[in-house]
Each structure stands twice: as structure tokens, then as C-alpha cells.
């Protein structure tokens, strides 16, 4: 979904079920895009990446999704657990000028995802 | 222990003051970055180094300066010309900087809180 001002977009799932968590990312030549989660207070941890060359990939419980026709990706964590809450961002890795390595990520506003027990 | 650090966690600035933030990576990663999260969004880009001395401004780079004169470390100092400095400030490493090699995948630290009094 859009942010609107400081209100971050929110999934509220129940533990236990799976959670889908979308992301649209802005440039079609993007080719390397990774999910973080940010808990309160802390850094944003890694949890999964993805190249173009590929439109789904497996963790665990994570499973990552991407759509380059409407340039969207999609994070699925399965039997969501209380310690899964937290803000979960996308990043597509931008081009620039050393020859398209630059490692320039470009950060969605985050999804909080909220678990009740 | 490998990883990033920074420090302080907390720190408080008065108006006019320059302050620095601590960066420090044993990871041997090439590249370097510093973020700043204002509440309920995403992250910005202020500046970040491919490799050793050497460094660009990324998206929001004004009232903010860096040095880089050693590959685990990546001060940031924000001097009394940012307005607005009040934020969470990420630093990030990934192992491939303008050589080329390893991954793109950016790794964070805890973050410093930033309060202006």
C-alpha cells in the first residue's frame, strides 16, 4: 500500500498464519532487490533477496516473489510467530555511475506487520 | 564477534555543535553507507564510500560530512548546518564496492539515535 505521511501502511495477522507482505518498486531496470525487517529501535536485518533472473525464492519460513511485468514484489512468511512483528522494507539496487555497481539501494517506506497472539 | 558497530547508541547535540557518529565494520567489506530514518518512514541515503578514500554525497548529503581513510571505518559527522538533524542514523557495509567483488547485499548496524536539546 502508499504511506500516507508519518502512518505506515499495517498487516494485521493472526500467529499462526501467513502473512503477504507487497512492495512496488520504481525502476524497471533494477536487477537485485532484498527484504529487510526493522524491530523497534534496532537496524534493518537482513531476511531474503532476489535477482531478476529469477521470480521466486525460498527461505525459511520466507518466501520472496517478484513480478517484473507490473514491477512488484511480494515477501510470504509462513506460520507467522509473535517475533515476526516488526517493519518490513523492500530495496531495489539502483544503477550508477561505476558501471552498475554501485550497490545504490533505494528503500520502500516499509509495511508493519502486526501479529496477534 | 564480526560485524558492524556504532556508537553511541544514544546522543544528545546542542544547537551549533558538530557531532560524529562512530562507524566500525570487521566484515572486510569494501563498500560503506550512511542512512538517516526519520519516524514512520523509510531510509535516505547521506553518503557512502565503494572504497578507501573515496567517497560520493547520496540523496540528502547537505549538513552531513564523512571520511574514509580506513576500510572498517566510516565516520559521520553532522555539523551545526543541518537544520533538522533530530533522527535514527544507519550505517550500513555490503562486500562489493567499486572492485567488484562479492555481494550487493547491504548489512546494518544498531543505529545511533540523534536528539537535538
Known amino acids: 500500500g502508499e504511506s500516507v505521511g508519518l502512518h505506515l501502511p499495517t498487516l494485521s495477522v493472526q500467529e499462526g498464519d501467513n502473512s503477504i507482505i507487497n512492495c512496488a518498486y520504481s525502476?524497471?531496470?533494477?536487477?537485485?532487490f532484498i527484504w529487510y525487517k526493522q524491530e523497534s529501535g534496532k537496524g534493518p536485518q537482513f531476511i531474503i533477496d532476489i535477482r531478476s533472473n529469477m521470480d521466486k525464492r525460498q527461505g525459511q519460513r520466507v518466501t520472496v516473489l517478484l513480478n517484473k511485468t507490473v514491477k512488484h514484489l511480494s515477501l510470504q512468511i509462513a506460520a507467522t510467530q509473535p517475533g515476526d512483528s516488526a517493519v518490513y522494507f523492500c530495496a531495489e539496487l539502483s544503477d550508477g555511475l561505476y558501471g552498475g555497481a554501485t550497490n545504490k539501494l533505494i528503500f520502500g517506506t516499509g509495511t508493519l506487520l502486526a501479529v496477534q497472539p | 564477534d564480526g560485524g558492524i558497530t556504532q556508537s553511541p547508541k544514544y546522543l544528545f547535540r546542542k544547537e551549533g555543535q558538530n557531532v560524529t557518529l562512530s562507524c566500525e565494520q570487521n566484515?572486510?567489506?569494501?563498500?560503506m553507507y550512511w542512512y538517516r530514518q526519520d519516524p514512520g518512514q523509510g531510509l535516505r541515503l547521506i553518503y557512502y564510500?565503494?572504497?578507501?578514500?573515496?567517497?560520493q554525497k547520496g540523496d540528502i548529503a547537505e549538513g552531513y560530512s564523512v571520511s574514509r581513510e580506513k576500510k572498517e571505518s566510516f565516520p559521520l559527522t553532522v555539523t551545526s548546518a543541518q537544520k533538522n538533524p533530530t533522527a535514527f542514523y544507519l550505517c550500513?557495509?555490503?562486500?562489493?564496492?567499486?572492485?567488484?567483488?562479492?555481494?550487493?547485499?547491504?548489512?546494518f548496524g544498531p543505529g545511533t539515535r540523534l536528539t537535538v536539546l
Open positions: 566484515l572486510n567489506h569494501d563498500a
Open positions: 564510500s565503494q572504497i578507501v578514500n573515496d567517497f
Open positions: 550500513a557495509s555490503s562486500p562489493r564496492g567499486r572492485k567488484l567483488v562479492g555481494t550487493d547485499t547491504q548489512y
Open positions: 525502476n524497471s531496470a533494477s536487477d537485485y
